[in-house]
């Protein structure tokens, strides 16, 4: 279940910014996800905390990533969205599940991500990304 405030329009935009991102992610192309970024950037995760100020370094932060999901038979991922609240009318913060999927359907495994999205002239781009990577997470459904 969605939680949203009143405002669901900021909400329902970063929504829709976050499933094209889990469209383009699931290519696993580093630079079919950069333009989803804001320049800088926040990631926060059991690595530790890592800021991002150009796309090169997005890129840095997603070409492991990536080379170690296609090693492992990732097919897609798609986002389990749990929470979402509109902070401003220019920060939306979406709480959810990566769920990640083999080539054979099966499911490879469940991330704890947290989203800030910041709206620019561009549009929503994700300012913050939080990961729990401790596949423990709660299966709903």
Same mark, same amino acid.
């Given at each position: ?9 900021s ?10 991102? =889990? !469209? +383009? ?6 630079q079919?996800?950069?333009? =989803?970024?804001h ?5 926060? /995760?059991?690595?530790?905390?890592f +800021?991002a100020?150009?796309?090169?370094l997005?890129? +840095?932060?997603?070409?492991?990533a990536?080379? /170690?999901l296609?090693?492992?038979g990732?097919? !897609? ?18 709480? /959810? ?14 991330v704890?991500?947290? =989203?800030?999205? =910041? ?23």
């Open positions: 279940m969605v939680s949203t405030d009143s405002d669901t329009n909400g329902a935009a970063a929504t829709r910014v976050l499933a094209e991102y =889990y !469209r +383009a992610f699931s290519t696993l192309e580093v079919a996800v950069l333009p =989803y970024f320049e800088p950037s926040l990631f926060i /995760g059991p690595q530790g905390v +800021a100020s150009t796309s090169a997005v890129e +840095a932060v997603f070409t492991p990536m080379e /170690g296609r090693a492992r990732f097919a !897609r991922s798609e986002l389990n969205v749990q929470n979402v609240k509109s902070l401003s009318a220019t920060t939306t913060l979406v709480i /959810g599940v990566a769920l990640r999927y083999k080539l054979d359907g099966q499911e490879l495994e469940r704890g991500v947290t =989203y800030v999205l =910041y709206k620019s002239d561009a549009g929503w781009k994700i300012a913050v990304l939080i990961i729990d990577d401790t596949n423990d997470v709660t299966r709903q459904g």
